[in-house]
């Protein structure tokens, strides 16, 4: 008998006598990914919030983007990157849906329900929305930012003590 080649078994025929394919390989496992604590649609869940977006994008595109960015961008910085790009040119979903993209990632959050640049294009309010609630559901206080959503008094980290005794 012919012994099998190693990797013989990716190119294993189907039921058609075609070669099967192997699956799409992506950064993160499918398995693996977590679905949004809601849905894109389900902006009246947190009406502030849903309000905010309405009458002010550019506070929430700032909020989730300083905490996106680790309080590495200011709010205001990007709040008005995007304001501008929305005044200017209409759209500002170019900028934002690199920052859905960030986010999913970070989160290891599923793709849904399509691409997150189309998800921006055509749903721009409910997109940031839904990142806004899910920052929340995470434990990030939006309102103070980063800095303010770190544990301690004020953002401050407290200082790690060391375990067990020394001499």
């Known amino acids: 008998m012919d012994r099998p080649k190693p990797g013989a078994a990716a190119l294993e025929m189907d039921s058609r ?3 099967a394919r192997p699956p799409p390989v992506t950064g993160i496992p499918v398995g693996q990914q977590a679905a949004w604590s809601s849905g894109l649609c389900d902006c009246c869940s947190d009406p502030p919030g849903c309000c905010l977006t309405l009458f002010c994008p550019c506070i929430t595109f700032g909020r989730i983007a300083e905490i996106t960015d680790k309080g590495e961008t200011p709010c205001i910085f990007s709040g008005a990157i995007y304001g501008l790009l929305l005044w200017f040119i209409g759209c500002s979903c ?3 849906c690199f920052y859905r993209s ?3 990632k970070e ?4 793709e849904s329900p399509c691409n997150d640049c189309l998800v921006h294009w055509c749903c721009e309010p409910c997109a940031l929305c ?3 609630r899910e920052l929340k559901h995470r434990g990030f206080d939006m309102a103070a930012g980063w800095q303010g959503s770190l544990p301690g008094p004020s953002g401050t980290v407290a200082p ?8």
């Not at 790690?160 to 001499?167: K, L």
Request: aromatic share 8%.
């Open 107 to 110: 989160h290891m959050l599923e």
């Open 160 to 167: 790690v003590a060391q375990r067990g005794m020394t001499r």
């Open 94 to 96: 170019l900028y934002s």
């Open 102 to 104: 960030k986010l999913r």
């Open 17 to 19: 006598s075609q070669p």
């Open 130 to 132: 839904q990142e806004y």
